[in-house]
């Protein structure tokens, strides 16, 4: 079973801060992806990474696959309290196939 | 975008009752839908992944006779959960894969509270 371990679990920061929220694991994995959730609503996909060293940016957000395909990072710069939520990491072995999904990192941004 | 809707939003049913959930995939096929449990402010635990018109795979630990999935056309998957119990108490997420492999959309959840 593949495991992803994310990290850290809770932060937070203040208003403009930046921040970095790690997923790792031993196994590689096809794609990886970035989520953002509100309570009581489903994840939103933020980002999807496929290819080893890929970096993607979305407005303030930069998302960063490992060569490896084994690890990927979230970083955020000058940090909104809209950022606040929580973000989940998730792999996917193979294309199509079931997700297996980090701890989550809760992300709390302080006016 | 794709969109899937799932229903109820909330549901709140007595010990002992069965609850069921859709999955609507609404503006594409979803071959594959995939069922989760997530607890207050941790992940998703992946129950079971559904293929339309064959039996659901479950994840270890998860007992298929109290959760039913039925996923009999492209576009909807439904969780049943049978003889409801206070522990039975949860967020329940579905998500489905669309064509091209990445695309997985997921719902907005549902809460169950058995009281």
């Known amino acids: 079973t593949q495991l992803l371990e994310q990290s850290p679990q809770f932060l937070s920061i203040q208003e403009g801060e930046n921040l970095t929220v790690y997923c790792n694991s031993s196994?590689?994995?096809?794609?990886l992806q970035w989520y953002r959730q509100e309570p009581g609503e489903g994840p939103v996909l933020l980002v999807t990474?496929?290819?080893?060293?890929e970096v993607k940016k979305l407005k303030r957000l930069t998302f960063q696959f490992g060569d490896a395909r084994k690890d990927s990072s979230l970083h955020i710069t000058a940090a909104q309290p809209g950022d606040t939520g929580l973000y989940l990491c998730a792999g996917g072995e193979t294309s199509g196939s079931r997700l297996t999904f980090g701890e989550g990192t809760q992300l709390t941004v302080n006016p | 975008g794709a969109v899937v809707s799932q229903h109820p939003s909330w549901v709140i049913c007595k010990s002992g009752t069965s609850v069921k959930i859709e999955c609507r995939s609404l503006?594409?096929?979803?071959?594959?839908m995939f069922w989760y449990r997530q607890f207050p402010k941790q992940s998703l635990m992946l129950m079971a992944t559904s293929n339309e018109g064959s039996k659901a795979t479950y994840e270890q630990g998860v007992e298929k006779d109290k959760f039913l999935i039925n996923h009999a056309s492209l576009t909807l998957s439904t969780l049943t959960v049978t003889s409801a119990h206070p522990e039975d108490s949860s967020f329940y997420i579905c998500?489905?894969?669309?064509?091209?492999?990445?695309?997985?959309?997921f719902g907005s959840g549902t809460r169950l509270t058995v009281v």
């Open positions: 503006d594409f096929q979803a071959t594959t």
């Open positions: 998500s489905a894969l669309g064509q091209g492999g990445y695309g997985y959309t």
């Open positions: 196994s590689v994995f096809s794609s």
């Open positions: 990474v496929v290819t080893g060293g």
